[in-house]
């Protein structure tokens, strides 16, 4: 099977997690930022990019590193490799609610509409979709 590197971004504030919803497409779910890793770029670079992309937030730090999973799509012959980090929005006041597009996605369509806002930790996290959640407790447990 085919490996695609996907790295996904929790994004704190405080005791806040960053989650959006997709403007035009509400049944894809809550998520946090993600996507794909082209080979040659390593893994924090391609989490603090796609955060970035995804969000418009430029002042993240990255913490750490929180764990891999592989989710695989054997209907595709896919296997998603995914990498989860722990990133902080140093940003004394971030907004509340926005709306941002990712003008480049890795499928090659785009712009598409991101709306996000900020949840409280832990209880006021969402179910989050597509397995988005894969890290959430650790996150949890160093955020307390």
Same mark, same amino acid.
């Given at each position: 099977?085919?490996?695609?590197?996907?790295?996904?971004?929790?994004?704190?504030?405080? %005791?806040?997690?960053?989650? /959006?919803? &997709?403007?035009?497409?509400?049944?894809?779910?809550?998520?946090?930022?993600?996507?794909?890793?082209?080979?040659?770029?390593?893994?924090?670079?391609?989490?603090?990019?796609?955060? /970035?992309?995804?969000?418009?937030?430029? $002042?993240?730090?990255?913490?750490? /590193?929180?764990?891999?999973?592989?989710?695989? /799509?054997?209907?595709?012959?896919?296997? &998603?490799? %995914?990498?989860?980090?722990?990133?902080?929005?140093?940003?004394?006041?971030?907004?509340?609610?926005?709306? &941002?597009?990712?003008?480049?996605?890795?499928?090659?369509?785009?712009?598409?509409?991101?709306?996000?806002?900020?949840?409280?930790?832990?209880?006021?996290?969402?179910?989050?979709?597509?397995? &988005?959640?894969?890290?959430?407790?650790?996150?949890?447990?160093? $955020?307390?």
């Amino acid at each position: 099977m085919e490996i695609r590197h996907k790295v996904f971004a929790y994004i704190t504030h405080g %005791r806040r997690l960053l989650v /959006f919803d &997709h403007v035009h497409y509400p049944e894809a779910g809550t998520q946090v930022p993600a996507g794909t890793r082209p080979p040659d770029e390593e893994p924090e670079a391609a989490v603090l990019r796609e955060a /970035f992309e995804e969000t418009g937030l430029a $002042n993240l730090r990255l913490v750490r /590193f929180l764990g891999e999973v592989d989710m695989p /799509f054997p209907e595709h012959n896919i296997i &998603h490799r %995914r990498r989860f980090y722990h990133l902080v929005c140093e940003d004394e006041r971030p907004p509340e609610r926005w709306q &941002h597009p990712e003008l480049y996605s890795s499928e090659g369509n785009g712009p598409i509409w991101f709306e996000h806002y900020w949840v409280d930790l832990p209880d006021g996290v969402p179910p989050l979709s597509g397995r &988005h959640d894969a890290f959430l407790a650790e996150l949890i447990a160093i $955020n307390s």
